[in-house]
């Protein structure tokens, strides 16, 4: 038994929580929003974010950063991906080099398009850094369910510790060296589900969908081997995987987010609406950067924010994508 601090008391920080106490691992759980560490205590349910599962009597909620984070061996970040810079700086004057750290969110942070882990390596000045992604909805976790995900490090010891850890009967946990596939793919492809909640709201079939995902897939790789990620990473359970998952399932805020916008309601009414965040819309922003910055095309992103912010009706960014110019399906035909 260890004793680990989570940041952040959402859908995901709480699902976290109930994991890694029936792990019997001693668990505190830090959230800066008092309204909600007084729900979690009194109730110990998320009836918000995560309505119906109940969170172990042995699991702390505070608000006051250095308790939670006293004595702990590993921290787990589990905030939305906007809030993990400031989030790694509250936490920096009290964790020393040794702690373990378990980022669980998917991003990439738009001003500087950086990936989780540069961001945090970055504020702490560690490299003990594990990302701990895949196919894993909260509501799916919390209760229970089979489930498998990928422990990512540059270091190997801190890769296994971390799946030792997470390890259980109901989540199984790989690990994989490639950090940068591994985080890109699990951020990127919130902006293919994105797109794919639009298909569905704009009433294209099975066909178009298919197409969406195959072809998302292949601009995400193309773009995650321009900067030095493993193409294989990509048919993985954070690359295919995680696609899959986030653009055909009822828990998928992204696609819930799609499917309102291409009903026709606006961005902002639409990220009001689902009442979560929604991480596609600022992962599409950073993906649409980097590919510019690394001379990668990737038309799919490039409509999904001529859509998003240039106020494109989704039906013209899809037609024109389809009258595109002839392509081979395999970049390198051998022909």
């Known amino acids: 038994m260890i004793k680990i601090s989570i940041i952040g008391a959402g859908s995901w920080g709480t699902a976290l929580s109930i994991l890694l106490s029936n792990n019997g691992h001693n668990v505190s759980v830090w959230s800066i929003i008092a309204e909600e560490v007084d729900m979690l205590k009194s109730c110990r349910e998320h009836k918000q974010k995560l309505p119906g599962a109940i969170v172990p009597a042995d699991v702390d909620f505070t608000t006051d950063l250095k308790t939670c984070l006293d004595g702990s061996q590993m921290v787990v970040f589990a905030p939305p991906s906007d809030k993990i810079r400031e989030a790694s700086a509250m936490v920096s004057p009290y964790i ?16 500087t398009g950086l990936r989780l882990s540069q961001v945090v390596e970055q504020e702490l000045g560690t490299s003990r850094i594990v990302a701990l992604l895949g196919p894993s909805h909260a509501e799916e976790v919390a209760s229970g369910l089979p489930t498998t995900v990928v422990s990512s490090s540059r270091h190997r010891r801190d890769a296994e510790f971390v799946q030792d850890v997470f390890m259980s009967s109901c989540f199984r946990v790989y690990t994989n060296s490639d950090i940068i596939g591994v985080e890109l793919g699990a951020a990127l492809k919130n902006v293919i589900a994105l797109c794919c909640g639009i298909l569905d709201g704009l009433g294209y079939g099975d066909n178009c969908k298919a197409a969406l995902m195959t072809r998302g897939l292949t601009e995400i ?34 696609w819930k987010a799609g499917f309102l916008i291409g009903k026709g309601m606006p961005l902002e009414k639409a990220l009001d609406e689902v009442k979560m965040v929604v991480e596609g819309v600022m992962a599409a922003r950073a993906a649409h950067n980097l590919s510019i910055k690394h001379g990668i095309s990737m038309p799919i992103v490039e409509q999904a924010c ?18 595109r110019s002839k392509k081979n399906e395999i970049e390198d035909a051998g022909w």
């Open 221 to 254: 790789a193309r773009l995650g081997k321009a900067m030095g990620a493993s193409p294989e990473t990509f048919s993985g359970l954070t690359g295919m995987g995680d696609l899959i998952v986030t653009c055909t399932s009822k828990h998928s805020r992204n």
């Open 306 to 323: 001529q859509i998003l912010f240039n106020g494109k009706s989704p039906s013209e960014a899809v037609d024109l994508l389809m009258k």
């Open 96 to 111: 020393g080099k040794e702690v373990v750290i378990v980022i669980c969110s998917k991003g990439i942070e738009e001003s």
